[in-house]
């Protein structure tokens, strides 16, 4: 299924890739990248020779039906492993769980610092739960990865893609063995945290925002129910308007309509 499926990224989209050869050829290391669009967990995994497992939902591999195990196939065949994220809490300790284990036999494990999609393509703060707490229970080493251009290619909330050429930049490793059995430390965690985003901005060009993605999506909301309630209320207006004057010309119509009776009238 890798093969298929990258094979015919290839050619398709004909990415172009910088660093390979910072891609260790045999044992265990994170691979922390950017994520601009649901297609970034195949582009990366399809230009490498060796498997590369990320973190999805696990909603993925138990939609039932055709379609459902269709789908399920599909992202088991290019190396996504399903975690339950039905608690902020419990998830996270899942997909730790996954990672560690994925380290444990010795190949790559890809992995999100953001924690989401970009919601504009700036770079967001990194979460330091999984990545820092992964590279620092197993010390494998961290590799930066930054994906360019795949949001262009598959919007949120787009269905069909874009061809056009992707790039993927892969810089060198990063060793946090010094810190290895301080994944209870939360500043550590965070300085590890911190180091690999600002690699990964070097790779991508991108612009830091120092909140979370989750945060910044949750203001974008906001800010568009914002405006769509203050449209709301503009167009109430408007016909509120419109009804009184309308109002006021009928009125004004029957007092013309009136004072000719009385003329009317006063002439007969």
């Not at 093969?3 to 398709?12: C, E, I, Q, R």
């Not at 996504?80 to 036999?105: H, N, W």
């Not at 810190?179 to 991508?204: A, C, N, P, Q, W």
Request: hydrophobic share 35%.
């Amino acid at each position: 299924m890798k093969l298929s499926v990258g094979g015919t990224l290839k050619l398709a989209f004909r990415p172009w890739v910088e660093g390979l050869e910072n891609v260790p050829d045999e044992g265990p290391a994170i691979l922390a990248s950017n994520h601009l669009s649901f297609s970034d967990s195949f582009f990366l995994p399809a230009m490498l020779d060796r498997k590369v497992t990320f973190i999805a939902k696990q909603e993925y591999f138990t939609t039932p039906g055709i379609k459902g195990r269709l789908t399920a196939a599909f992202f088991k065949g290019v190396g996504q492993l399903p975690v339950d994220r039905s608690g902020s809490r419990g998830a996270g300790e899942a997909a730790i769980k996954a990672g560690i284990e994925v380290i444990k036999r010795g190949e790559l494990f890809g992995i999100y610092p953001e924690g989401t999609r970009s919601p504009d393509g700036r770079l967001y703060r990194g979460k330091p739960g999984g990545l820092a707490r992964v590279a620092l229970a197993t010390g494998a080493p961290v590799i930066p990865v930054a994906m360019i251009d795949t949001e262009k290619i598959q919007p949120p909330g787009k269905v069909m893609p874009k061809l056009m050429r992707p790039g993927i930049k892969i810089g060198k490793p990063l060793d946090f063995s010094r810190y290895h059995g301080m994944d209870g430390d939360r500043f550590i965690l965070r300085s590890v945290t911190d180091e690999v985003m600002y690699e990964i901005m070097k790779l991508s060009g991108q612009e830091y925002v120092d909140i979370y993605a989750t945060a910044a999506k949750r203001q974008i909301a906001d800010a568009e129910a914002a405006r769509k309630k203050a449209e709301k209320a503009e167009k109430a207006e408007k016909a509120e308007k419109a009804a009184e004057k309308g109002t006021d010309k009928s009125t004004d119509a029957e007092n013309t309509d009136a004072e000719s009776t009385d003329k009317d009238k006063t002439g007969a």
